[in-house]
């Protein structure tokens, strides 16, 4: 029973286009948001966190919007690169639960010049 | 070097036999995590230590695994008579702290292979 879910396995974007990647989740305990991106042979990377009491945080080129009601979230990567192909993992932590981020399947994000 | 470290980076072994996975974590960070990959699947924890402690187990998978830290520093990941479904890349993590601005810092992993 996933409680995070990343529906869309592979996006295709353009350079100089805005990238969007989905994150759904089911647990309304989720109160802390993480997006991860994974090279290839390299252990996943933090890019950018939304707390609850949050709808968007921004970070460069990255921006990540929360909808609590739809327990919805997303990756905006605007204006994409070819750097950015990789793969981005969505993670939720409970409240009070520190030690564990459950993660998203993943979705491969790839910049074509 | 600066960041998490896993030995092996790759390790094939026959079903049946142990195996001992090792990480060492950035110097200073209190917290450390487990978690394995497995082919097409997302992170899937395992246990975490907050200093030599580990007060979340639950993800073992069952009791043929075993994880354990000493001096707050270096983990190692034990698993006993190695089954095909243990195949994956195991990833250890580490943080400064447990909040919320404590991201977790992840390492190349180690690659497990069962034939």
């Known amino acids: ?113 | 070097g600066a960041g998490v470290s896993q030995s092996p980076s790759n390790k094939v072994t026959e079903k049946g036999k142990d195996v001992e996975l090792r990480c060492d974590p950035i110097s200073g960070h209190t917290a450390l995590y487990w978690y394995r990959q497995s082919l097409g699947q997302g992170l899937e924890f395992l246990i975490y230590f907050q200093g030599n402690s580990a007060p979340d187990k639950s993800g073992l998978p069952s009791d043929r695994f075993s994880a354990e830290r000493t001096g707050g520093s270096v983990s190692t990941l034990t698993i006993q008579r190695t089954q095909q479904e243990d195949s994956a890349v195991y990833l250890c993590a580490s943080s400064f702290g447990m909040g919320d601005n404590s991201p977790l810092h992840f390492g190349n992993g180690t690659r497990l292979t069962v034939t």
């Not at chain 1, 945080?57 to 921006?63: A, H, L, Q, S, W």
Request: proline share 5%; with cysteine.
């Open chain 1, 1 to 113: 029973d996933q409680q995070v879910k990343q529906n869309s396995p592979s996006l295709s974007v353009q350079e100089g286009r805005i990238s969007i990647l989905n994150c759904d989740y089911t647990n309304s305990m989720f109160d802390y948001f993480l997006w991860y991106k994974k090279y290839p042979a390299e252990g996943p990377t933090f890019l950018i966190s939304i707390s609850s009491i949050k709808d968007k945080n921004e970070d460069g080129r990255f921006t990540v919007f929360l909808n609590k009601s739809a327990k919805h979230l997303s990756l905006h990567i605007v204006p994409s690169q070819p750097g950015d192909s990789a793969v981005y993992f969505c993670a939720a932590r409970k409240g009070g639960s520190q030690g564990n981020l459950i993660f998203g399947k993943g979705t491969k994000l790839s910049v074509k010049p």
